[in-house]
C-alpha cells in the first residue's frame, strides 16, 4: 500500500508541474505494468520511490511524442458600433478570427 501511495503521489505532482511548459496537465494516464521494489524498507521510502517514478513518468511521457494544443474560445461581443475598429485590432493581435 505505502508503493502505491508513493506512486500516486508522484503522478499528482507530475501532472500538477507539467513536463512540456510547466502548466498542469489534464487527460493523462499513466500504466503501470510492472514494479519492482528493493527488499529493504529503506529503499521503500517515499524519498526513493517518489523521484523515480516521477523521473519514469516524465520519460514515458516525452517518449509518447507529446504535443501542445492551443485552446480555442468562442466568444460573442456586443458594443457600440464606433467600437468596431477597436475589437478587430485586438483580436488580429491575439490571433483572433471573427465569424459572422
Known amino acids: 500500500q505505502d508503493a502505491k501511495d508513493n506512486i500516486i503521489s508522484a503522478f499528482m505532482q507530475v501532472v500538477s508541474q507539467g513536463i512540456l511548459v510547466n502548466s ?9 505494468i510492472d514494479a519492482k521494489f528493493h527488499a529493504d524498507t529503506v ?12 523521473k519514469a513518468m516524465r520519460g514515458a511521457f516525452l ?3 507529446p504535443i501542445l494544443v492551443e485552446p480555442m474560445y ?3 461581443i ?6 468596431l475598429n ?3 485590432s485586438i ?3 491575439r ?4 465569424v459572422d
Open 63 to 65: 517518449m509518447a511524442d
Open 74 to 76: 468562442q466568444i460573442d
Open 91 to 93: 483580436l488580429g493581435r
Open 24 to 32: 498542469p496537465m489534464r487527460g493523462v494516464c499513466f500504466e503501470l
Open 86 to 88: 477597436a475589437v478587430y
Open 43 to 54: 529503499h521503500r521510502r517515499p524519498n526513493s520511490v517518489v523521484p523515480a517514478a516521477m
Open 78 to 83: 456586443c458594443g457600440a458600433p464606433g467600437s
Open 95 to 98: 490571433s483572433g478570427i471573427v
